[in-house]
């Protein structure tokens, strides 16, 4: 994200199973169907009731463009060293990828688009699922943390909306950073923690994107996932585009940390398809651009029947 401090100047202006830890469950798999839920992982009716109203927030992350941001968004995450060590530590990422974007991108639409029930259901799975993942200086469900993950989603989506999109008009802007502030509760993040606007949400980002560590955790995850040779052909094929376009995106140091290239050529081809990108996908019938938002929902709601 090299260019997202210019966004916010702007803005204060106006599959492997043999693996080690392919065994590891996913929310849909870390408990047993008559396992007892404890209260205080399931949602409360004020939480669920402040989700339904997120009609703003609907128009960014139905986009699939916003894919494109997932690489850079967990490189930010994992950049926190208590977020490295739980993935690293707990998480069969390195063979299993694409399962932790659909884990992730499943929370993010179900907070958008689901029903009152769906919302309960996953929420109460993702919370369980956090419980289980501790170890020395680290919890899922340190608050802290899940508010510096949620931050991330937060800061891509938006910064690859208004890359194709132009930037919002400082109202709407305002509206979606209020309704996106609701997710990052419902990820049992405090609602006094969560920044209070968008100037204050910047802020903390600088703050938070200056103390990054590219430990070694970190530097596994990278690697699992821009040099990851048990992928399907088809996606290995992309990792040098995906590389590039992470690098542009990440915080200088953060890129230089994770030891990713920045040449002009490299610069210059980013440019050249984001300027592609402007001229073609906003005319694209959004059928088309929300087919990854139908398609893991479609996959969310299977799995919530299987598990009923």
């Known amino acids: 994200m090299t260019e997202m401090n210019q966004a916010k100047d702007e803005m204060t202006v106006q599959e492997k199973s043999s693996s080690p830890r392919s065994d590891t ?15 205080n992982l399931v949602p409360d009716d004020e939480l669920l009731d402040s989700l339904h109203n997120s009609a703003e927030v609907q128009h960014v992350v139905r986009e699939g463009i916003l894919l494109a941001t997932g690489a850079a968004a967990i490189l930010l995450q994992v950049a926190m060293p208590g977020v490295g060590k739980g993935v690293d530590n707990h998480s069969s990422f390195a063979y299993r990828p694409l399962h932790r974007l659909r884990t992730t991108l499943t929370f993010v639409y179900c907070m958008a688009f689901g029903t009152r029930a769906e919302k309960k259901a996953v929420i109460t799975m993702v919370n369980r699922a956090h419980s289980e993942v501790k170890g020395p200086g680290y919890s899922a469900d340190d608050p802290e943390l899940q508010r510096w993950v949620a931050a991330t989603l937060y800061a891509s989506g938006v910064w690859m909306y208004e890359e194709v999109y132009g930037k919002m008009d400082p109202k709407k802007s305002d509206n979606i950073y209020q309704e996106f502030s609701v997710l990052a509760v419902s990820l049992r ?5 969560w920044p209070k606007d968008r100037k204050a949400f910047w802020k903390y980002w600088d703050a938070s994107v200056a103390k990054l560590e590219i430990t070694p955790h ?16 088809p996606l290995r094929m992309a990792l040098p585009f995906i590389r590039v376009l992470t690098a542009q995106m990440l915080p200088e140091r953060v890129r230089e940390g994770y030891g990713l290239k920045n040449s002009r050529t490299r610069r210059g081809f980013y440019k050249s398809v984001i300027l592609g990108l402007r001229a073609t996908y906003p005319v694209t019938p959004r059928f088309i651009r929300t087919i990854p938002m139908k398609v893991y929902m479609a996959d969310m709601r299977r799995r919530l029947r299987n598990m009923a």
């Open 189 to 193: 993040v405090p609602r006094d923690m």
């Open 218 to 233: 970190a530097q596994n995850i990278a690697n699992d996932l821009l040099h990851n040779k048990s992928m399907i052909f």
């Open 25 to 39: 469950p996913e929310p849909w798999e870390s408990a047993s169907e008559n396992e007892k839920i404890s209260l």
